[in-house]
């Protein structure tokens, strides 16, 4: 079946640091990859997506790419700030297939000033 | 993007009581879903609703009854829960492609059991 790891958190940056939040998955078709930012006490938001391979989904100063060969989606940010301490999960769908997305388990991410 | 509202956000309820989540969408879409997010656990999907029916049934407990008058409105009613019960409850919609366009989720029900 359809399944999408993330690395196990907390993660603790300062502020200003690159981070990299590492996702790869597991899909019986060709499917779409999101990820999705939960700020406390709030509901998960649509951060990026990306619908195809070699697709790079950007917003908020946030990254990833779609890499086939490696299954991959690996959400990245070249200077993070206290506000984007957040827990982020990664998802997949697969497109005519039974299209709902399937999350990974959340990586909980500390910014410290 | 606030398309999908929630209500309560918080609630107290007794194991004896009866309440009811309700979660409303404008957003045009026509399938809605039911997340529990419980500490320390991966998200759960309990219910999916396509145009009003339900699709999925994740073999959640019968205390818990999904309601979907409408493709707008999908409501959760609670009886005689149990506190390992307490959690977020997610509400979330989705147009015909959520291969295409993810979900839109709602902020959340935060649900405590005494």
């Known amino acids: 079946g359809d399944s999408v790891t993330q690395m196990e958190g907390p993660v603790t940056l300062s502020e200003e640091a690159f981070l990299t939040i590492n996702c790869t998955y597991t899909?019986?078709?060709?499917?779409?990859l999101f990820w999705y930012v939960q700020y406390p006490g709030e509901g998960l938001q649509l951060l990026l997506k990306?619908?195809?391979?070699?697709d790079k989904g950007s917003n908020k100063g946030f990254e990833a790419t779609y890499r086939k060969e490696t299954t991959s989606f690996h959400l990245e940010k070249g200077s993070v700030q206290v506000s984007d301490s957040a827990v982020y999960f990664c998802?997949?769908?697969?497109?005519?297939?039974?299209?709902?997305?399937?999350f990974g388990t959340g990586t909980r991410l500390t910014i410290i000033p | 993007e606030t398309g999908v509202t929630q209500t309560p956000r918080h609630l107290v309820m007794g194991m004896t009581n009866k309440k009811s989540l309700k979660c409303e969408q404008h957003?045009?879409?026509?399938?809605m879903y039911w997340y529990k997010q419980s500490a320390k656990k991966p998200l759960e999907l309990m219910f999916v609703?396509?145009?009003?029916?339900?699709?999925e049934n994740n073999s959640v407990p019968s205390r818990f009854s999904p309601e979907c008058p409408n493709s707008s409105h999908l409501f959760l009613h609670l009886h005689t829960l149990q506190p390992e019960d307490s959690a977020l409850y997610l509400c979330?919609?989705?147009?015909?492609?959520?291969?295409?366009?993810?979900?839109?989720f709602g902020s959340g029900t935060r649900l405590t059991v005494v």
């Open positions: 957003l045009g879409h026509n399938a």
């Open positions: 998802a997949l769908s697969v497109a005519f297939g039974n299209e709902k997305l399937t």
């Open positions: 609703y396509n145009f009003k029916e339900q699709t």
């Open positions: 899909a019986t078709g060709y499917p779409s």
């Open positions: 979330a919609s989705s147009q015909d492609r959520p291969d295409l366009y993810g979900y839109t």
């Open positions: 990306a619908t195809k391979a070699d």
